[in-house]
């Protein structure tokens, strides 16, 4: 058992320099569903989990800090069906979308990957098992 019986992960907010641009990607990009549209506060639906933005800096609950330039504060993974790694990959190159791997096999993790980053140069994976 979990710290305090955790058993989900049930959202993850991203903390946005560039809130109006993830926003967009996250909507139009990625197409995940919006179920809460807020200026400072967008949520998307993500099978289960919601995937939340809100701006960086003071917030009501606390102050997340300053973050290096072009680093990374999450890597997100995606999974889908094996076919639809090579299909995403084209999908984001048609949409303009800058990509750090193209789709490569890892045979030590039985995982087709392909990697690419956000607005706030978050690292997004999309992967399938096989």
């Known amino acids: 058992m979990s710290l305090g019986g955790i ?4 959202y993850t907010v991203i903390l946005c320099s560039r809130m109006q641009e993830t926003r967009a990607f996250y ?3 990625m197409g995940f569903q919006t179920v809460e549209d807020q200026e400072n506060w967008v949520s998307f639906r993500v099978g289960t989990a ?3 933005l809100r701006p960086r800096g003071s917030w009501s609950v606390c102050d997340d800090g300053p973050r290096p330039q072009g680093s990374a504060a ?9 076919e639809a790694v090579d299909c ?6 048609a949409k303009g979308v800058p990509i750090l791997r193209e789709p490569t096999d890892l045979p030590k993790w039985r ?13 997004i994976e999309i992967y399938a098992e096989y």
């Open 74 to 82: 999450i890597q997100l993974a995606f999974r889908v069906p094996l």
């Open 50 to 52: 919601l995937l939340t």
């Open 88 to 93: 995403s990959h084209q999908e984001l190159i």
């Open 7 to 10: 058993g989900n992960l049930d």
């Open 27 to 29: 909507r139009d990009v």
């Open 111 to 123: 995982h087709r990957t392909l990697f690419f980053r956000d607005p706030e140069d978050n690292i």
